[in-house]
Every structure is written in C-alpha cells, then in structure tokens.
C-alpha cells in the first residue's frame, strides 16, 4: 500500500522555523522522487522542493531557496522540509507527494499525502 503521512505544520510568527516530515513506504523513498508542494486559498498548486534518491539531486524554487532545506532520513523513510524565515506568504497547505520525475510541477507526481496547514503571522 502506498502511504505518504505529513506532519509538523503548525502556526509561527513572521521569522520562524518549522519542520515538516513526510513519512513513507520503504519502497516509495528507494525508487520514486519525493517532493514538497504547497497551496494558499484561492490559488494552484505549486512546487516547493524535491530530492531524488537516485542522483542525490535537490530543487528548490525561487520563492523559498536559502530558506528551506529538504532532507532524507533514510532508516526512517522520512523526508523532511526544515523551513526557516518564514514569511506571510508562505502560508499555504502542505503536502508532500511521489513520482518518477523530479520536477516541480504536480502533475508530474502519482502519489499525495494528506497535507499538512502552516500558517504564518506578522
């Protein structure tokens, strides 16, 4: 069975830390790319960050590179998204998801978790 589980989402001020996890089957974080995409009310879905297992490669987008870090613990079968300076902007559902490209967009990505909510305040 398939299974992506976030977690850690929470509400922090302007300037904050938080650290999200994305608990995954054994075989979803050995062969498919896992990535972190976020959706504020009202607008699509977008891509956040992605690692891919096979080369090592890490993306970021624009709006969050030098502040976000995506990281796998292999002996838990975990990726993590470490947010740091959080902004207003960044407020947005969560959710990680697994696919077979690494790239940002959706619709690249066969599997999705729940999704977790982060809201930042000023």
């Known amino acids: 069975e398939v299974q992506l589980v976030e977690s850690g989402g929470g509400s922090v001020q302007a300037g904050g830390s938080l650290r999200l996890s994305c608990a995954a089957s054994?075989?979803?974080?050995?062969?498919?790319?896992i990535g972190w995409f976020r959706q504020a009310p009202g607008k699509e879905r977008e891509g956040v960050s992605c690692f891919s297992k096979s080369d090592g490669s890490r993306y970021y987008s624009d709006s969050v590179k030098g502040r976000f870090t995506i990281s796998l613990d292999n002996a838990k079968n975990t990726v993590y998204l470490q947010m740091n300076s959080l902004k207003p902007e960044d407020t947005a559902v969560y959710y990680c998801a697994a696919g077979t490209k690494a790239t940002m967009t959706p619709a690249h990505y066969d599997y999705w978790g729940q999704g977790t909510q982060v809201t930042v305040s000023l």
């Open positions: 054994t075989f979803i974080v050995d062969e498919y790319t």
